[in-house]
């Protein structure tokens, strides 16, 4: 019983933190809690599944996504963003994104229609037994693209030209630009990364549960503030420690309390415990990627 909750707990943190990083990055960078980053995972999974339609390829699906998001949160950054952010006013960026988010799920609707569409992808893993453990095709999948994911991430942000500036951004904007740091191209490559990374989680949460409806970003839109907040504001560490910790927590307490305490609230409920010890979160806020 354990070990099987540990297993669900990881897979769930898998997928928390790979939505949470897509926030935690613009953060980090622009001081933006973006709301329509759920939309990107809503957007993923519709792209996924006419990309699989049409191919019959996993791979496939996810690079439909990942190009389609990250497009879009490119379009965002340029057109919306941009314009409307000011950093003595955090409120009218927050508002738009919100905004964004609730016209995304509307045309999510009017497009693909109110009903829910099926995702019978073709899995790469088959399901795994090591005692009384049980390991699903889809949580085998979540885990690999998700520790690929992790490793891709931590080499563009320590490795690369645009990941370091991306960490100097977040720490200092102007001291940057001082330096001659592209922060235009920064911030386009935050808003493409993390919508391409919302957009994987919703397509591995979609094959998951071999489901797409319109209105399953809503959960992901207010559970990942608490899991970027408690991380640590603009931590991509933070984001995926403080994930795995809300995973682990869902799993154990749906797994041995059952349904008395619901799970979907357990995020505020540890964020608000911890903020009592902790005011600054688990993690020290800022571009720290190491």
Wanted: proline share 4%.
């Amino acid at each position: 019983m354990f070990l099987q909750q540990l297993v669900n707990g990881i897979t769930i943190g898998s997928l928390y933190s790979l939505v949470a990083l897509g926030l935690t990055m613009v953060y980090g960078i622009m001081r933006v809690l973006d709301i329509a980053n759920a939309g990107a995972y809503v957007l993923g999974a519709y792209l996924g599944v006419w990309g699989y339609t049409h191919t019959h390829s996993l791979p496939v699906a996810l690079l439909a996504g990942v190009i389609g998001a990250a497009l879009v949160g490119y379009l965002f950054q340029r057109l919306i963003y941009t314009p409307v952010n000011r950093p003595d006013d955090p409120i009218v960026p927050l508002i738009a994104s919100i905004g964004l988010f609730i016209v995304m799920e509307d045309l999510f609707r009017l497009i693909a229609g109110p009903w829910t569409l099926t995702f019978p992808a073709r899995l790469p893993f088959q399901r795994l037994a090591l005692g009384g453990v049980i390991v699903t095709g889809s949580q085998l999948t979540i885990l690999a693209t998700a520790a690929v994911l992790f490793l891709l991430l931590w080499l563009v942000l320590n490795k690369t030209k645009i990941g370091l500036g991306w960490q100097a951004t977040a720490q200092d904007t102007e001291t940057s630009m001082a330096m001659g740091i592209n922060t235009r191209a920064v911030l386009a490559f935050a808003f493409g990364m993390g919508y391409a990374f919302s957009a994987i989680a919703g397509i591995l949460v979609a094959v998951h549960h071999n489901a797409v409806f319109p209105t399953m970003g809503d959960i992901p839109s207010y559970k990942m503030l608490a899991i970027v907040v408690l991380g640590g504001l603009g931590n991509p560490l933070g984001a995926i420690l403080a994930s795995m910790l809300i995973g682990l927590l869902e799993a154990f307490v749906g797994g041995y309390v059952g349904s008395s305490i619901p799970t979907d609230a357990l995020a505020f409920m540890a964020l608000i415990v911890i903020l009592l010890v902790r005011p600054q979160g688990l993690f020290t806020s800022g571009g720290a990627a190491k």
